[in-house]
């Protein structure tokens, strides 16, 4: 299979084609592979490749025969390296397969290696010293997000049609955004983080993927969903696949349009632009949409607050932890200037302190879900502006402590933290490319706590009516020269 044919199908058509044996499981991977060796050298969104050890018989799972790469966090593979993009944790080798890994495998993914993360996933964008920064395959001298942004730059360049991704404040959203993809935060509890974790973050953090499609998103969830025994609470079963979803019509929806983020960041003129036709074109499809300001029942730097302690007081016993197993100091030789900043704040909170975050957290829950109740749907952008250039993130973090790293990383993602601290789903698609420099534009779209089919069912209907998939960036394995 030549790599030019490989990059034409998504996930789903690429195991239609192995269940019908026009082509092997060894092919496609091969593809793949190859891909990789084509673009990665210019992108560096993959930290390694082994060789796979899954072969699902063809035809057997809906995605078997499926080439994927997991997130350097989040998953562990029995026999490789996790190492949180961090040196603190670098050579770290897992013991054992986690929950979500065995689903992966179940599913008939095909994992061949490892995808890049900022340090302990604590940023953005997607710039660790451990391994060097990511570019972004339609413009190589900007951010390819955070922090998955290894999954958004490899799967938008054609390595591979989905991949692995988590998210605790935008870190599926944002990558999906800056790289052209879509990217489905899913409701706290439809992922287990088993049987390590109960939850992660305090239920901030939340398993999924990006995907070039809307059908891989929804069928890689459908095989990603569903409690572990000993969780200690799970999202309610939907009542059909997600993957039936995605071809049903989403009905007239109520939307709200929020333009302007919490916390006065405005934004800018070409994403501003995106959202206002991405309204026409709602409207064109029979949806009711209304301007609207959502509270989130807390002033904006009482919501900084109160996550810099959750984020910082759960970073800080991770740090601790990993600096035991492994016998290393925790400082400027482990960690990178906010990393290590934000561990010192986390050491401050206090357990009263951590237990005020956590109400803060139920305010904003209990305040949004009043605003579903109103409305079907949130449309906002993903990001305020395009991507950022590479190394400008990062910019005199040195000075900052945790509550300021925290500031900056909700100032270049001020849309999307709320719909973490709610645990309700939000998703980006890809609807739009800035005029002047062709670099996507991510519209976000979140609903009430359990209803990722509604998004879905809307997210199917937007790529029937404004397809995206014709669209490749500048480092594309399918190019004549790559191919």
């Known amino acids: 299979m030549r790599v030019a044919e490989y990059v034409e199908f998504d996930g789903v058509g690429l195991a239609e084609l192995v269940a019908r044996g026009e082509v092997t499981p060894g092919e496609v991977e091969a593809a793949a592979r190859e891909a990789a060796r084509t673009v990665d050298p210019q992108l560096n969104a993959i930290v390694e490749t082994w060789p796979a050890d899954d072969a699902p ?9 499926v080439p994927f790469l997991i997130k350097d966090i989040g998953v562990t593979m029995a026999g490789r390296r996790t190492e949180l993009g961090s040196r603190l944790a670098a050579g770290n080798v897992a013991g054992a397969d986690s929950a979500l890994m065995r689903r992966f495998r179940r599913a008939g993914l095909v994992t061949f290696g490892r995808t890049a993360t900022p340090e302990m996933a604590y940023s953005n964008t997607t710039e660790p010293v451990l391994y060097g920064a990511t570019r972004n395959p339609w413009d190589p001298e900007r951010s390819a997000g955070g922090s998955s942004g290894g999954a958004g730059a490899a799967v938008a360049a054609g390595v591979v049609p989905l991949a692995h991704a988590t998210d605790a404040a935008g870190s599926i959203r944002i990558p999906a955004a800056y790289n052209g993809l879509f990217g489905l935060k899913p409701t706290r509890g439809r992922v287990s983080w088993g049987p390590d974790f109960d939850e992660m973050f305090n239920g901030l953090a939340v398993q999924g993927g990006v995907s070039r499609t ?8 459908d095989r990603m969903r569903g409690p572990e025994p000993g969780d200690p609470y799970h999202a309610p079963e939907p009542p059909r696949p997600y993957a039936e979803e995605v071809a049903r019509p989403p009905g007239s929806l109520r939307i709200g349009v929020l333009a302007q983020a919490w916390g006065g960041r405005r934004t800018a003129a070409p994403v501003a632009g995106a959202l206002f036709r991405t309204a026409r074109l709602l409207e064109s499809l029979g949806h009711h949409l209304v301007e609207v300001e959502v509270d989130l029942g807390v002033d904006w730097e009482e919501f900084l607050l109160a996550n810099a302690r959750q984020w910082t007081a759960n970073l800080t016993a991770s740090v601790d932890e990993l600096a035991a197993a492994f016998d290393r100091p925790v400082d400027s030789s482990t960690l990178e200037p906010p990393v290590l900043a934000s561990y010192h ?12 975050a956590l109400a803060v957290r139920n305010r904003v829950a209990r305040r949004l879900a009043r ?5 079907d749907v949130l449309l906002t952008p993903t990001v305020p502006e395009l991507p950022v250039p590479l190394g400008t993130h990062a910019e005199g973090a040195e000075a900052l402590d945790g509550l300021g790293w925290l500031r900056r990383l909700f100032d270049i993602g001020p849309f999307s933290a709320a719909f973490n601290v709610a645990g309700t789903p939000a998703m980006s698609v890809p609807l739009a490319a800035d005029a002047e420099t062709g670099l996507p534009i991510g519209m976000q779209f979140a609903a009430g706590y359990g209803y990722e089919g509604r998004l879905f069912r809307l997210a199917g209907q937007l790529e029937r009516a404004n397809p995206w998939s014709h669209r490749t960036p500048a480092v594309w394995a399918g190019n004549p020269a790559g191919s």
């Open 345 to 356: 704040y986390g050491r401050r909170v206090s357990g009263a302190q951590l237990v005020t």
């Open 57 to 65: 018989a063809p035809g057997s799972a809906p995605l078997a025969g």
């Open 214 to 221: 809307v059908r891989d998103g929804a069928v890689l969830l």
């Open 371 to 375: 605003y579903f109740d109103a409305y």
